[in-house]
């Protein structure tokens, strides 16, 4: 601090020092504004001057002088001075310099006039005092100093033993105890008291201690005493009220010592007039705070270790040691705790209603330990009870409900009473705040609280409010809110099983939405019961209680266990359903049980179990799938039927769960869907299950009474309620859509996203529960949605799948309901309208309603495909396919008669049952007879109603296939975008997708070729089984069951197919130009032709289902064995096919029995069926007319192909193709060579299935085969029976490989080409003319070279492939012949539509090729289309050679040599016999085979110009293969080769190129007598070789 006396001052003191100092000290004494600053300063002033003395620098005589001018400025000054000598006489008595203490003496005598002696004496130490003389001996003054101090402190002073007089008290206490009922005043009693301790010395102190006695004693005279009491205060200091109180507490403080209550009450009322203050009186009070939140804190710990005790297994020999230690410490407990005076203070505080004070002690201990007393709990519940008592009289007594009001505190400081709702913020809450759980202690309060809750909600939403009342009714919501979690919540967990409470509770909680009920649940469950020892506690005790029930549950005692999980559950809900939903995931037999257990429940606790079920199964702990990866988790399942069986039974509000699972969805998680179907099943009684009967089925396409009973499993009864509630729950949160917009998307992300990970057997599961929940929950909204909620809700089929990128399939799932609701309606309306009833006039006016509603739905379908797709097919076919059922195609009759007939013999049971009382005899027959009616009537409504469908489908069906490309694509798109993706959408789809395809053909819709495609639905199954997920293949074997069905009906009886078939446009085999299918006879498919087709198709699905066995691919098979299980009554029927296939079946089930068992639990199955179905199954030559088979025909049959004859073009093709393909594999089926042979006899037997019934030229060589082949032994049949069998196997790995290589388009392609060039080639009469004249020409040639033609062919072959540089020669001329004729090999890609046109000079090179048809090829139905000829028989005889070469061995050879002479004798005969019936048959032939020349010719002549592209693929492969195939096989047969087959190899040679097909006709006929002398050395010798190869194999 700086210096306020310079040095200059000191030294110039007499000049204008001493002046500046006064100056200065006047200056600081008159600067009085801060007070403090300037008195510091003036003291400091002093001191510097005193000190300037005591060093010398001044004079004590100036010193005196100046502060003699200076001691006038302030009052203070001489005690400032004396400050000022007191520092300096400690500082100088410390120095050792005794000069400076001199001059220190010496100014303070100087200034003694200054500073009285008194004031001097108090502040100077005793020896200076001595040394200045102002005191005699510094010792004795000490000495009486503290005889004072003591005197004055320590000595009491006994006023009563001399002065005080009793007779004052006596009259003290008279006074204070007289009757104060008169105009007896406290002023005037107060005046009295004073006289009293006047006249008799009193005490004043022990005068107040007496009125509060009195006071103690006389409660009731608040309004006397306290003024007393107020007035007396003057009197005395403030603090002595307090100090009596404390000292009063005290007294009571001995452990033994109970405070009373009335001094508790006088001072809480002494602390409510604030006569006193809380924290001087709270000091006095014991226990101190720091004890009390110990205790706190062991009440925590004590609770936590009885939860551990409850939750340990203890041994029973621990037990008792355990049982002895609580009783111990029990004892302990009982000795009686000190009071605690802080409570009972506060427990009289909130009596008399001061809520302030009591506020700030309860503030004062931890959280809910002061309400945790009892007492206090209950005080506190009183103050509430009178402070919302008005509110509660207005707004929340119930009706009728009288009450027992109850009257407000007679203290005007208590707390305001609540008159409105906005009244309870200001008190109530705060005061339910503090009470928390503990309002248990007040049941009729909990109720009031409730009640007034329910009271606010109601007007809470009522929207009449401005929007300033309704932000505090906001923030009075979320104090409700708080108030019920805080409070409500927990005091129901500490309530004695409380239903009622229960029951009030939810009166409220109904009124919240479902989040906020929910997430006050989940605190409840999660957070509440960890606030409290108490709350610990209880929950521990509900665990324990709750296992020792569901021990015990079990279904017989499912009553009394219900009872008590009841009792249980009212006060604890949340702990209990946890533990039981705990159980359930473990042990799923608890489910029936425990939900008949439940019926004790109140709504509150049924809403809490929809919160526990959601909580659980959202559970992120718990893994959705087993360890294995492919199937979903065993509790996820349980839960989901545990969800079903609950909330049918119960009125459960099912918002939460059905939000959980859209919001699932919305997670891109499909595994929850499980619940809403388990919820959808139980509760509408709608079963999705793929195990359905036949005759299920067909009830199911029924009204919904016959589907109701005879549709499913369980006999679904009394659904209507809780079916109603699920629809609510749907409607009234708007997630009936949603749901199903987000499952439909779902499916494909089951696929895409969801199962990027997982195993493709989960994933195929996935998928499948998501379709059938998809299809369930759609078939329920469907059935119980009125049409104007349905119509409200399902937008248009365009928005579904452009806008909300629908499937197709499942938009139209969703809106096919709401066409028909909307047709009928209309219908309905019409018929209203006008009340015409003639049946033609309810016909059309069906008509009309169908085009007022189907018409924008055509319109909409448009922007679903490209605009090419509408070339083929019409919106209205596509529109009209999507939209119908089977309910409109045909009336299950069967299925009314059987549900009808079944109600008869309940009848009659009825009738004869003796013991059923009359009246429930009466009751029953009534119920049957009514559900009788309604059958009868919905079965007569439905005929109706089909028979409108018929007649608009009549009307419709000529603008159906448009057939714009060919009929061949028409059928493509037909399958591509209608019937497959419907076939495998539900069971009843797929029998709606047979019988549509059935009703099309029934309709004769022009453009539609059935045989096309019932072929395409069964030639190639192996790409479509592969891609279905396990219910799909289901419902696709279902769709292929009801196809084979009808074929097999067709098949059956020649009368039933010329009838159904005969002069149908779909059965027509040459497909012209749109337009012109006409009626010709000759253009059908005749019923033996139709027998060949079946056979071929049977073998097809063999030759998919052993390739797809094969593969070994899980889905592969389980799928196959899934169809082939659901085909079984139609497929296999042909003996060797049905023996092939169950050889292969029971090689999967010894090779899966170990791995997969699900597949040898599928196999195993189906072997055991099969095995029932043998003696059902025929020969082949029963199923199908079949001629003796040509086994030594092979050459010329494997031309064809095994499919070859009989077809329609595309069919053909197919096969020669598949043929061709196998070709490939010939290195890797070496070893199964002789399997091969059976292939190849196997394909033999497919081709002549057509043979001559068609009225073809029969080709002499054919002839001839057969008639040697009558002459083999019986012991040969039987070797070709067994032959069939085992023909399957390698050609149908060929299938598989070669069906990789060729997709399904390519096929389509070819088809489709070989179609259109058929139908763009008008016959021309000169043409039919000329062929006339050829036929008769060449039949003399034909009857000599077919035989040896083939058989030179194929020794030929063997030769070349004997000789490996001559096989490289005959290839190279082969390619110059292809490339001759005008270069087949390099096809160009053409136009489609642009026929080619006929040139003059092509004449005579489609006479040869005429020629060489009839003499060639094996007998073929008209359609019946070759590639290529030439090409097609190098390719065919090569498979053959390939396959066949090392099967013969030289012994064989030798063997075949002896048989060749006896052969060659009986062929001549034979050949003589043949010719004559030849002759026959060819004048017959001659319309036929006129059709079949131009066809086959164009055909060619197109290929060659490349419009065929998609038939590159097949000429490229076979030369180019085989060559590079036969190579290896080359060595093998040289070793075998002699020298006579050399010689005639070079005659194979010739023999070759002219069967190849060359253009010149000379050539042709010098080869003639060639081959003649050929014929009889090979032709025996081939037949011969081919058994050697099958005894071989066998």
């Known amino acids: 601090m700086a210096a306020l006396l310079p040095a200059e001052w000191i030294k110039n003191w007499e000049k204008g020092g001493k002046s500046e100092f006064v100056q200065l000290c006047r200056a600081l004494s008159e600067n009085r504004s801060h007070d403090n600053m300037g008195f510091?300063?003036?003291?400091?002033?002093?001191?510097?001057?005193?000190?300037?003395?005591?060093?010398?620098?001044?004079?004590?005589?100036?010193?005196?002088?100046v502060l003699g001018d200076v001691i006038e400025f302030r009052e203070d000054m001489p005690s400032v001075l004396a400050d000022v000598f007191c520092i300096l006489d400690i500082e100088t008595s410390c120095l050792e310099e005794k000069s400076k203490r001199d001059n220190f003496t010496q100014l303070v005598l100087a200034c003694l006039y200054l500073v009285s002696d008194t004031v001097l004496k108090e502040r100077l130490d005793p020896e200076t005092l001595e040394s200045l003389g102002l005191i005699k001996q510094s010792q004795q003054f000490n000495q009486k100093s503290v005889k004072i101090k003591t005197k004055l402190f320590y000595k009491q002073q006994k006023f009563n033993l001399l002065r005080e007089e009793n007779e004052g008290y006596a009259k003290l206490i008279a006074e204070l105890g007289q009757d104060l009922s008169g105009n007896i005043t406290s002023d005037l009693i107060l005046e009295n008291i004073k006289s009293l301790i006047g006249c008799f010395n009193l005490d004043p102190n022990r005068v107040l201690d007496i009125i509060l006695e009195v006071y103690e004693c006389r409660p009731e005279y608040d309004d006397f005493f306290v003024p007393l009491i107020e007035s007396y205060m003057y009197m005395c200091e403030p603090q002595t009220l307090c100090h009596i109180l404390g000292f009063k507490f005290k007294f009571y403080q001995d452990p033994s010592g109970e405070t009373p209550s009335s001094l508790y009450r006088v001072a809480a009322i002494l602390l409510q007039h604030n006569l006193i203050d809380l924290e001087d009186l709270y000091v006095h009070l014991l226990p101190g705070d720091n004890t009390i939140v110990e205790e706190h804190k062991r009440e925590i710990v004590e609770a936590k270790q009885i939860v551990r005790k409850l939750t340990m297994v203890v041994l029973s020999s621990e037990k008792t040691e355990e049982k002895e230690k609580e009783k111990e410490k029990e004892e302990e407990k009982t000795e009686k705790p000190p009071d605690n005076q802080k409570l009972g203070l506060l427990e009289a505080l909130l009596k008399i209603g001061d809520w302030q004070h009591a506020q700030s002690i309860m503030d004062q201990m931890p959280p809910f330990y002061a309400t945790s007393h009892k007492p206090i709990a209950i005080a506190l519940c009183q103050l509430v009870h009178v402070t919302i008592e008005p509110l509660y009289r207005r707004v929340g007594v119930p009706k009728g409900a009288k009450g027992s009001p109850i009257s407000s505190l007679p203290n005007k400081r208590a707390p305001k009473q609540a008159d409105s709702f906005e009244d309870l913020r200001k008190e109530v809450f705060n005061m339910l705040c503090y009470l928390g759980p503990h309002l248990s202690h007040d049941p009729i309060l909990f109720a009031k609280v409730v009640r007034l809750g329910k009271a606010f909600m109601k007007e809470f939403q009522s929207d009449g409010s401005k929007q300033e009342d309704k932000e505090k009714m906001e923030v009075l919501f979320s104090c409700l809110l708080s108030i019920t979690d805080q409070v409500l919540l927990p005091s129901l967990s500490l309530m004695d099983c409380n239903a009622c409470m229960s029951e009030e509770l939810w009166g409220m909680f109904k009124t919240f939405p479902y989040q906020y009920r929910y997430r006050l649940y989940g605190q409840w469950k999660n957070e509440t019961y960890n606030s409290h020892p108490l709350l610990v506690k209880v929950k521990a005790q509900t665990i324990d209680r709750a296992k020792y029930i569901m021990k015990r549950l079990t279904k017989e005692n499912v009553k009394p266990s219900g009872r008590q999980i009841g009792k249980l559950s009212h006060s604890n809900p949340t702990i209990l359903f946890d533990y039981i939903l705990s159980q359930i995931q473990k042990y799923d037999n608890?489910?029936?049980?425990?939900?008949?257990?439940?019926?004790?429940?109140?709504?509150?606790?049924?809403?809490?179990?929809?919160?526990?079920?959601?909580?659980?199964?959202?559970?992120?702990?718990?893994?959705?799938?087993?360890?294995?990866?492919?199937?979903?988790?065993?509790?996820?399942?349980?839960?989901?039927?545990?969800?079903?069986?609950?909330?049918?039974?119960?009125?459960?509000?099912?918002?939460?769960?059905?939000?959980?699972?859209?919001?699932?969805?919305?997670?891109?998680?499909?595994?929850?869907?499980?619940?809403?179907?388990?919820?959808?099943?139980?509760?509408?009684?709608?079963?999705?299950?793929?195990?359905?009967?036949?005759?299920?089925?067909?009830?199911?396409?029924?009204?919904?009474?016959?589907?109701?009973?005879?549709?499913?499993?369980?006999?679904?009864?009394?659904?209507?309620?809780?079916?109603?509630?699920?629809?609510?729950?749907?409607?009234?949160?708007?997630?009936?859509?949603?749901?199903?917009?987000?499952?439909?998307?779902?499916?494909?992300?089951?696929?895409?996203?969801?199962?990027?990970?997982?195993?493709?057997?989960?994933?195929?599961?996935?998928?499948?529960?998501?379709?059938?929940?998809?299809?369930?929950?759609?078939?329920?909204?469907?059935?119980?949605?009125?049409?104007?909620?349905?119509?409200?809700?399902?937008?248009?089929?365009?928005?579904?799948?452009?806008?909300?990128?629908?499937?197709?399939?499942?938009?139209?799932?969703?809106?096919?309901?709401?066409?028909?609701?909307?047709?009928?309606?209309?219908?309905?309306?019409?018929?209203?309208?006008?009340?015409?009833?003639?049946?033609?006039?309810?016909?059309?006016?069906?008509?009309?309603?169908?085009?007022?509603?189907?018409?924008?739905?055509?319109?909409?379908?448009?922007?679903?495909?490209?605009?090419?797709?509408?070339?083929?097919?019409?919106?209205?076919?596509?529109?009209?396919?999507?939209?119908?059922?089977?309910?409109?195609?045909?009336?299950?009759?069967?299925?009314?008669?059987?549900?009808?007939?079944?109600?008869?013999?309940?009848?009659?049971?009825?009738?004869?049952?003796?013991?059923?009382?009359?009246?429930?005899?009466?009751?029953e027959k009534e119920r049957c007879t009514a559900l009788q009616d309604k059958l009868l009537e919905e079965e007569k409504k439905q005929l109706e109603h089909v028979q409108r469908v018929l007649q608009r489908l009549k009307l419709e069906k000529d603008n159906w296939l448009l057939a714009k490309s060919t009929k061949n694509e028409t059928i493509t798109k037909f399958l591509q975008l209608c019937i497959f993706p419907r076939c495998i959408f539900s069971a009843i789809d797929a029998v709606y997708c047979a019988h549509f395809v059935e009703l099309v053909h029934q309709q004769k819709t022009p453009n539609f070729s059935t045989l096309l495609c019932y072929d395409r639905v069964f030639s190639d199954i192996i790409y479509t089984v592969a891609s279905c997920t396990e219910n799909e293949a289901s419902r696709y074997g279902r769709f292929l069951c009801c196809m084979l069905e009808t074929v097999t009906r067709w098949h059956s009886d020649r009368v039933i197919y010329e009838k159904e078939c005969g002069n149908y446009p779909g059965f027509l085999t040459i497909l012209r130009a749109t337009g012109f299918d006409g009626g010709n006879k000759a253009d059908q498919l005749d019923y033996e032709n139709f027998r060949h087709v079946v056979h071929k198709w049977h073998y097809k699905l063999t030759k998919a289902s052993v390739h797809c066995l094969e593969t070994g691919e899980y889905t592969h098979i389980r799928n196959i064995l899934i169809v082939l299980t659901k085909i079984l009554p139609w497929y296999p029927k042909v003996l060797n096919l049905g023996q092939a296939l169950e050889r292969r079946v029971h090689k999967i089930c010894q090779e899966e029995k170990e791995k997969r068992p699900d597949l040898y639990a599928l196999a195993m199955g189906y072997s055991g069926q099969l095995k029932s179905r043998k003696p059902f199954m025929i020969p082949e030559n029963e199923f199908h007319h079949k001629d003796p088979p040509a086994r030594n025909a092979v050459a010329a049959t494997v031309q064809n192909g095994p499919g070859g004859a009989g077809m329609p073009t595309s069919l053909t093709v197919n096969t020669v193709r598949l043929e061709e393909g196998t070709t490939e594999e010939t290195d890797k089926l070496k070893e199964k060579s002789q399997g091969v042979v059976k292939v190849v006899n196997k394909a033999v037997n497919a081709t002549p299935k057509v043979t001559t019934s068609n009225g073809n030229s029969a080709s002499n060589s054919k002839i001839i085969k057969e008639k040697d082949d009558k002459d083999k032994s019986g012991k040969e049949k039987d070797k070709e029976k067994k032959d069939k069998t085992p023909a399957a196997t390698p050609e149908m790995k060929a299938l598989g490989k070669d069906g990789k290589d060729k997709p399904k388009e390519e096929r389509a392609n070819k088809d489709d080409k070989a179609r259109e060039i058929k139908e763009k080639t008008p016959k021309s009469d000169k043409e039919k003319e000329k062929v006339k004249k050829e036929e008769k020409a060449s039949k003399e040639e034909k009857s000599k070279t077919v035989v040896t033609i083939v058989e030179s062919k194929s020794t030929a072959e063997k030769e070349r492939e004997k000789e490996p540089s001559r096989e490289r020669d005959v290839a190279k001329e082969i390619k110059s012949k292809e490339n001759a004729k005008g270069g087949e090999k390099v096809p160009v890609a053409g136009s489609l539509k642009s026929p080619v046109p006929r040139s003059e000079t092509s004449e005579s090179e489609r006479e040869q090729k005429r020629r060489k048809v009839d003499t060639h090829s094996s007998p073929s139905h008209s359609s019946t289309v070759k590639d290529n000829l030439n090409e097609l028989k190098d390719s065919s005889a090569k498979h053959y050679i390939n396959h066949t070469t090392p099967t013969l061995s030289k012994s064989k050879e030798r063997e075949v040599d002896k048989k060749d002479l006896d052969k060659s004798r009986e062929r001549s005969r034979e050949r003589e016999k043949?010719?004559?019936?030849?002759?026959?048959?060819?004048?017959?032939?001659?319309?036929?085979?006129?059709?079949?020349?131009?066809?086959?010719?164009?055909?060619?002549?197109?290929?060659?110009?490349?419009?065929?592209?998609?038939?590159?693929?097949?000429?490229?492969?076979?030369?180019?293969?085989?060559?590079?195939?036969?190579?290896?096989?080359?060595?093998?047969?040289?070793?075998?080769?002699?020298?006579?087959?050399?010689?005639?190899?070079?005659?194979?040679?010739?023999?070759?190129?002219?069967?190849?097909?060359?253009?010149?006709?000379?050539?042709?006929?010098?080869?003639?007598?060639?081959?003649?002398?050929?014929?009889?050395?090979?032709?025996?010798?081939?037949?011969?070789?081919?058994?050697?190869?099958?005894?071989?194999?066998?």
């Not at 300037?52 to 004590?60: F, I, M, Q």
């Not at 499913?712 to 859509?737: C, E, M, V, W």
Request: one cysteine or more; proline letters at 3%.
């Open 40 to 65: 510091r300063d003036i003291q400091q002033a002093l001191y510097e001057l005193a000190y300037h003395v005591v060093r010398g620098n001044l004079k004590h005589d100036q010193a005196s002088n």
């Open 590 to 923: 608890l489910i029936t049980p425990v939900v008949d257990s439940l019926k004790y429940l109140t709504s509150l606790n049924y809403d809490v179990l929809a919160y526990c079920i959601i909580e659980a199964l959202a559970n992120p702990e718990k893994e959705r799938m087993k360890h294995d990866d492919t199937t979903i988790s065993s509790w996820l399942q349980s839960l989901a039927s545990f969800c079903g069986a609950v909330f049918r039974k119960y009125p459960i509000e099912l918002a939460g769960l059905l939000q959980y699972v859209a919001n699932q969805l919305k997670a891109g998680k499909s595994f929850d869907l499980l619940i809403l179907k388990e919820v959808v099943q139980k509760m509408a009684g709608i079963e999705i299950t793929e195990e359905m009967t036949m005759e299920q089925l067909e009830a199911m396409t029924g009204g919904e009474q016959l589907k109701a009973e005879g549709g499913y499993f369980g006999q679904i009864r009394n659904t209507k309620k809780s079916s109603q509630r699920l629809k609510d729950a749907l409607l009234d949160h708007d997630l009936a859509l949603p749901l199903c917009l987000l499952m439909a998307q779902q499916r494909n992300g089951v696929i895409f996203q969801e199962g990027g990970e997982k195993h493709l057997k989960l994933v195929g599961k996935l998928y499948d529960q998501c379709h059938d929940t998809l299809v369930q929950f759609g078939g329920f909204l469907a059935s119980n949605l009125s049409t104007e909620d349905y119509i409200k809700r399902v937008p248009s089929i365009d928005v579904l799948c452009n806008e909300f990128h629908t499937p197709h399939d499942a938009a139209f799932f969703l809106s096919r309901p709401m066409y028909a609701h909307h047709i009928s309606s209309k219908y309905d309306e019409l018929k209203k309208a006008e009340k015409g009833n003639k049946q033609q006039h309810k016909v059309h006016k069906y008509i009309t309603s169908c085009e007022l509603v189907m018409a924008p739905v055509h319109d909409a379908v448009i922007s679903l495909h490209l605009p090419k797709v509408w070339d083929d097919i019409s919106p209205q076919f596509y529109a009209t396919f999507w939209s119908l059922t089977m309910y409109d195609l045909a009336v299950p009759h069967s299925s009314y008669d059987r549900e009808v007939n079944k109600l008869k013999v309940q009848m009659k049971a009825i009738d004869d049952n003796q013991e059923m009382p009359p009246n429930k005899k009466k009751k």
């Open 1474 to 1594: 043949k010719d004559e019936k030849d002759r026959k048959d060819r004048k017959r032939d001659h319309s036929n085979s006129d059709r079949e020349v131009p066809q086959d010719s164009t055909k060619r002549r197109k290929e060659e110009n490349g419009t065929t592209g998609s038939s590159k693929h097949s000429k490229s492969e076979s030369p180019s293969d085989s060559p590079r195939l036969n190579e290896k096989e080359k060595e093998k047969s040289k070793s075998k080769s002699s020298g006579k087959e050399k010689g005639d190899s070079i005659k194979a040679e010739k023999m070759e190129k002219s069967s190849s097909g060359s253009k010149k006709e000379s050539r042709h006929d010098k080869e003639k007598t060639e081959k003649k002398e050929k014929r009889e050395s090979t032709g025996g010798k081939e037949e011969k070789k081919h058994h050697k190869s099958s005894d071989k194999h066998r």
